[in-house]
């Protein structure tokens, strides 16, 4: 399954670079993700960091993910983003994202948590009322 995701993921990522020109790439945490000697910030152990690819950079993405020289500000800093720590992958352009989950057993900010400490289904519904409010 993980080979089928990781394929799927892969093309979602070079198609929406290919319509929109650049395509944003959201990572979580983890001890196999390499960014440079900056590495993740505090904020971004919890959140994730969101990264940025567009047509003109030199990057590889291989079976094992995505490896490219980012910068960050001024610093140029070597980054190595294992496949299954892309959480989501999104154009603004295109007004599209496709997110998946880590898997059993990745260690990332859901994995490892017990059963009964997830939110129930109906905990994660936001209602919305669309409804005119009269004056």
Known sequence: MAGSLDELRK???????????RVFVAVGYGDDVVIGKRGFLPQEKEKGIILVFNQKMNFTWD???????????TTPEKCSIPQDRIMTIFSPELNAQFSTFPQNGASG?????????KPA???????VDFGKKKP
């Open 11 to 21: 093309k979602v990522f070079f198609d929406m670079l290919n319509l929109a020109g």
């Open 121 to 127: 289904a109906d905990e994660k519904v936001i209602k």
């Open 63 to 73: 079976e094992e993910g995505i490896t490219a020289t980012l910068v960050f500000g």
């Open 109 to 117: 900010q859901h994995a490892g948590k017990e059963e009964s400490e």
